[in-house]
């Protein structure tokens, strides 16, 4: 069986240009990075804003587990699917970090015969987009750090600093650090630490931006600390802010590729839904809905996290409307959360596929309370039997869902043609009634209290006084009135990850919050959850290695 570098490095590409072509997008609108990538320029944008939007579908998935869902995959072959059967489709998704790629999670851009292609270029360093943000990021750090050393004009406390300096890169050791030290020319000493990029407040505004105005506007409202007499201290006081967008210019561009089948697909952008918004930008899915009929997007782990922040953030900023979500689960996935050991999800097991398929229930329990039709994808294993294929499809029906057996890995587009044609139908029949599930005018509690309820299923919320310091502060400061991010594990519909299923009993509790004004967003911390994650025993960097002539093996 090939893996997935073997698989891509035999994909015929076309040259970016005819992707772009076949688009309707000449070459004037394109900049290009070699022959099969290129960014979208600033120009195609005013020339399609009065063209009639296409239809967008969201792929989502149950909670992740160790016997994988294929969230990516899935979106990656409903798009070669919908070609397949004669829609226009585009695909709209996330840039990888390099933090996951050499850490536990390996690439993301698909797997098997569902990929979007240059597989190693997107999985490394692609456009430089992860640059760009983490030079911005650390360019607004040296500048707090430099005022303070240069007489501190704005009387910052440096014991009370909030904006963390990043790195795309998992380094465990970098999370509590001490800078400033030595002689008084480097700095002044203080407290410090390093987030992973993809959770910098930086990468949030990038994906959320409607334009390089607007992205300069948000830049100067990052909150980066207060003076020693409590007052707010703003990004755009330390005269940083038009360098930081320079730097920023190029990034905020999509970047066009394609699938292993041709179809065209923008990646851009990639907050991870755990400690971050989890959706690709807002200006790569408006233009995927310019570009095409239909328009797959994909928001990171499982619904109660990426499809929640996508509704809640991204669509309630950006005015989208989705037109039907797509929940991507499977068999061997939901016999884990029944129970059943890992070594041992290869073999039937109806009665722990029963009880786990409550995880499968309540995320489209959850989905269907924003007014989204849900269409259910089982991404199949040759170890699915049709007495456990006939409890899902027993579900289903019970629910009044669609669903679809995808065998996209192994197939790709073929795959997953009953699926598309499936999505397609129910766009049709069913006619999307979307709104967020909280009114952002709320007061932040009130907030958390409908997510832990209607998407958690917590019987309620309990805060640390640090979490009620920090709220009294954020209200305070008149931010109150945002929409929350909650940084919670992935691995659970509640803040413990060792809680399968649909947990019981329990309540989510908030440790701290910050205040993300220039992502216009407040994130509330759960749980152990961290921002700068660390390498396992085991990394997968340890099995990547590139030969003389310049080809890269194990990258996934």
Known sequence: MLSDIEIAKQAKMKKITEIAAELGISEDYLESYGHYKAKLSEELFTKLKDKEDGKLILVTAINPTPAGEGKTTVSVGLAQSMAKIGKKAILALREPSLGPVFGIKGGAAGGGYAQVVPMEDINLHFTGDMHAITAANNLLCAL???????????????????????????????????????????????????????????????????????????????????????????????????????????????????????????????????????????????????????????????????????????????????????????????????????????????????????????????????????????????????????????????????????????????????????????????????????????????????????????DGVVYTAQAEKAIAQIEELGFGDIPVCVAKTQYSLSDDPAKLGRPENFSITVRDLKLSSGAGFVVAYTGDIMTMPGLPKVPAANRIDVDNDGNIYGLF
Do not use: W
């Open 144 to 458: 707090i750090d430099n005022s303070m050393q240069q007489g501190n004009p704005l009387n910052i406390d440096p014991r009370r600093i909030l904006f963390k300096r990043c790195l795309d890169m998992n380094d465990r050791s970098l999370r509590n650090i001490v800078i400033g030290l030595g002689s008084k020319v480097n700095g002044i000493p203080r407290e410090d630490g390093f987030q992973i990029t993809v959770a910098s407040e930086i990468m949030a505004i990038l994906c959320l931006a409607s334009d390089l105005s607007d992205l300069k506007a948000r830049l100067e409202r990052i909150l980066v600390g207060y003076t020693y007499d409590n007052k707010p201290v703003y990004a755009k006081e330390l005269n940083g802010c038009g360098a930081m967008a320079a730097l920023l210019k190029d990034a905020l561009k999509p970047n066009l590729v394609q699938t292993l089948e041709n179809t065209p697909a923008i990646m851009h952008g990639g907050p991870f839904a755990n400690i971050a918004h989890g959706c690709n930008s807002v200006r790569a899915t408006k233009l995927g809905l310019k570009l095409a009929d239909y328009c797959i997007t994909e928001a990171g782990f499982g619904s109660d996290l990426g499809a929640e922040k996508f509704f809640d953030i991204k669509c309630r900023f950006a005015g989208l409307k989705p037109s039907c979500v797509v929940l991507v689960a499977t068999i061997r996935a939901l016999k884990y959360n029944g129970g059943a050991a890992r070594n041992e999800l290869t073999e039937e097991n109806v009665g722990a596929l029963r009880k786990g398929i409550v995880n499968l229930r309540t995320h489209i329990e959850n989905m269907r309370k924003f007014g989204v039709p849900v269409v259910v994808a089982i991404n199949r294993f040759q170890s699915d039997t049709e007495a456990e294929i006939a409890v899902i499809e027993e579900t289903c029906r019970e629910m009044g869902v669609e669903f679809s057996l995808a065998e996209i890995f192994a197939k790709g587009g073929e795959g997953g043609t009953e699926l598309a044609e499936k999505v397609c139908d129910t766009i049709e029949r069913c006619a999307a009634d979307f709104k967020p599930i909280y009114d952002e005018k709320l007061p932040i509690k009130e907030k958390l209290d409908i997510l832990a309820g209607e998407i958690y299923r917590a």
